[in-house]
């Protein structure tokens, strides 16, 4: 049997918007042949999400999840095509699990194309510099900074970020998986984090040079 690799898979959901083990096991099942795949997924009504991207998702819900004794908070709005889907226990768990995901992974934007170009430039210098620093060869640097963008973006970017009940899956995958199953289109619309004193210089007391300033007086 031919091997399922990451790539095949990549293909196989651009194509046809399934999720990420349904083109897996339809790969699996079809020997690695892309178009009996496709077929396969077709059959199985698993490969509707990729045209569901063009609907109007007005609906949804906004969310609160609270985290540690209320040290960290978040608000998330996700949104889908109609109230029913809105009020049924699915489409209520994905947005709890990204209300939890948010608390424990702290992403700063929802997608790559929300990374501002100046941090993007700023982080594509720093790697740059650390490859420099390790005696990589000029030819590959480039190759190399841009595979560590990738990495970068898995670590700031909500979507592209593993996540964090299922490692083995992106939050982007996630969704993909609820859209096949649900029937609907759904979109992370946004999301703010709130933790318990960022933003604040916390004063930093020195004990002692407060007890000898006292003894001077």
Same mark, same amino acid.
């Given at each position: 049997m031919a091997e399922v690799t990451a790539?095949?898979?990549k293909e196989l959901r651009e194509r046809t918007g399934a999720g990420m083990m349904d083109c897996?096991?339809?790969l699996i099942e079809c020997n690695c042949e892309l178009e009996k795949a496709c077929d396969y997924l077709r059959e199985k009504g698993l490969a509707a $999400?990729?045209?569901?991207?063009?609907?109007?998702?007005?609906?949804?819900?906004?969310?609160?999840?609270?985290?540690g004794g209320g040290r960290i908070g978040v608000l998330i709005e996700v949104n889908c095509e109609t109230d029913f889907v809105a009020r049924g226990d699915e489409f209520k768990a994905l947005v709890r699990d990204m209300g939890l995901h948010i608390a424990a992974a702290n992403p700063q934007y929802l997608n790559k194309e929300d990374v501002p170009a100046d941090v993007l430039q700023h982080e594509r210098d720093i790697l740059k510099a650390q490859a420099l620093n390790e005696g990589k060869p000029e030819k590959i640097i480039e190759k190399m900074v841009e595979g560590r963008i990738?990495?970068?973006?898995?670590?700031?970017?909500?979507?592209?970020?593993? %996540?964090?009940?299922?490692?083995?899956?992106?939050?982007?995958?996630?969704?993909?998986?609820?859209? $096949?199953?649900i029937g609907e289109r759904i979109v992370i619309r946004? %999301?703010?984090?709130?933790?318990?004193g960022a933003g604040i210089e916390k004063r930093q007391d020195d004990f002692a040079a407060d007890v000898m300033k006292e003894l001077n007086r």
């Open positions: 790539a095949l898979v897996k096991k339809a $999400a990729a045209k569901k991207g063009g609907r109007i998702a007005a609906e949804g819900t906004i969310e609160s999840y609270i985290h990738e990495k970068f973006y898995k670590e700031v970017c909500l979507m592209e970020q593993a %996540f964090v009940k299922d490692p083995d899956k992106s939050v982007r995958d996630l969704v993909l998986d609820k859209v $096949a199953k946004r %999301f703010t984090r709130y933790e318990l």
